[in-house]
């Protein structure tokens, strides 16, 4: 297991990873996870064109505060590359339960259950609260600022020229069978 990596896109980084480069490094028995981070915030309506044939399990959405965004924005300044990106843990999405099958209404549906989890949970309060103020709580509205998807190597090689990712990073890779 690699924990991802994840770059916003609206901060500059030294240093992207790209581990979609090493994809043709993975035998052909695997099934891959890899967190993709995008060139610039999408909307939901826009990521079928962006990623029209990709198993997405997750949505990557922006739920920092100005003070969070500014650090980012000094450590990739102030920092060596190699540590300046936003760990997997240090993110927050909204997984494609419904997404998968239905697609943006789906994720209409999965994006509420992420809101309803937040806005009735104490210990999420406070960022359900950050995304009611910057007027996220409609899902058509809701930044998108990467996703993780998950395939086969053949499934993922599309992404290897799609100029809307800014980096990538494995995850999970488990054997197909």
Do not use: C
């Amino acid at each position: 297991y690699h924990r991802m990596m994840f770059f916003h896109p609206e901060i500059a980084y030294k240093e992207y990873k790209n581990d979609l480069e090493k994809l043709g490094q993975i035998s052909e028995d695997k099934i891959i996870e890899v967190g993709l981070s995008f060139d610039k915030p999408y909307r939901i309506s826009e990521i079928s064109q962006i990623l029209p044939d990709e198993n997405i399990r997750w949505y990557w959405i922006d739920t920092y505060t100005k003070d969070q965004f500014e650090m980012y924005t000094t450590e990739a300044k102030e920092h060596d590359a190699k540590s300046t990106y936003i760990l997997e843990f240090e993110t927050l999405g909204v997984s494609t339960h419904a997404s998968m099958e239905l697609g943006s209404e789906g994720f209409t549906f999965d994006y509420n259950n992420f809101l309803f989890d937040l806005k009735t949970n104490p210990f999420f309060q406070e960022v359900y609260d950050k995304l009611d103020t910057k007027e996220y709580t409609d899902p058509s509205k809701v930044p998108i600022l990467g996703v993780i998807v998950q395939g086969s190597k053949e499934e993922l090689s599309s992404l290897l020229e799609n100029p809307h990712i800014k980096a990538s990073s494995f995850g999970v890779i488990v054997d197909k069978y």
